[in-house]
T-cell receptor, first 113, second 113 residues
Framework: GNSVTQMEGPVTLSEEAFLTINCTYT??????LFWYVQYPGEGLQLLLK?????DKGSNKGFEATYRKETTSFHLEKGSVQVSDSAVYFC????????????FGAGTRLFVKA | DAMVIQNPRYQVTQFGKPVTLSCSQT?????MYWYQQKSSQAPKLLFH???????NEADTPDNFQSRRPNTSFCFLDIRSPGLGDAAMYLC????????????FGDGTRLSIL
């Protein structure tokens, strides 16, 4: 079946540090891949997406590349800010059937000033 | 701006007293979802509508019901809330194609006294 595995948190970094949050997936066919971010007390917001192999999604300094050979979609940012403190969810949805999105367990990021 | 709006943001009810949460959307999306989220874990899908077609998840308790009177509105009814139903409830929508990102509301945090 379809699944998403992401690194456990919490991840604690100092401001301006480099961020990587690992995400791997299992799916048949060619899923679309997403990173969502959830700030305290809010719903999930789309951070970035990629719809086919080798696509790079990017937004607000965050990037992730769809790697079909390693079934991965790791999230990176070169220099984190305190305002990036949030929970990050990796997710996939498939082109066919179900209208469902499969979410990873989420990774909480704390950024210290 | 087109968006997904959930009311109220915070809801307190008594053990066993029915409660209704509401969601409205201005995106004119066909698909609407209800999720339950506890402690920043991955959202757990309760059910979804594709237009008026209702799709219940196999492990959603009978205590949870939903109504979608028109494209714009969707309601979550909890008939007899237990302490374990205290959670954040998230509404989301997606356009017709299942590989598009979902648009989330800010959620309703439900407390049970």
């Amino acid at each position: 079946g379809n699944s998403v595995t992401q690194m456990e948190g919490p991840v604690t970094l100092s401001e301006e540090a480099f961020l990587t949050i690992n995400c791997t997936y299992t799916a048949t066919g060619y899923p679309s891949l997403f990173w969502y971010v959830q700030y305290p007390g809010e719903g999930l917001q789309l951070l970035l997406k990629a719809t086919k192999a080798d696509d790079k999604g990017s937004n607000k300094g965050f990037e992730a590349t769809y790697r079909k050979e390693t079934t991965s979609f790791h999230l990176e940012k070169g220099s984190v800010q305190v305002s990036d403190s949030a929970v990050y969810f990796c997710a996939l949805s498939r082109n066919t059937g179900g209208f469902k999105t499969i979410f990873g367990a989420g990774t909480r990021l704390f950024v210290k000033a | 701006d087109a968006m997904v709006i959930q009311n109220p943001r915070y809801q307190v009810t008594q053990f066993g007293k029915p409660v209704t949460l509401s969601c409205s959307q201005t995106l004119n999306h066909n698909v609407m979802y209800w999720y339950q989220q506890k402690s920043s874990q991955a959202p757990k899908l309760l059910f979804h509508y594709y237009d008026k077609d209702f799709n219940n998840e196999a492990d959603t308790p009978d205590n949870f019901q939903s109504r979608r009177p028109n494209t714009s509105f969707c309601f979550l009814d909890i008939r007899s809330p237990g302490l374990g139903d205290a959670a954040m409830y998230l509404c989301a929508t997606v356009a017709n194609r299942s590989n598009q990102p979902q648009h989330f509301g800010d959620g309703t945090r439900l407390s049970i006294l």
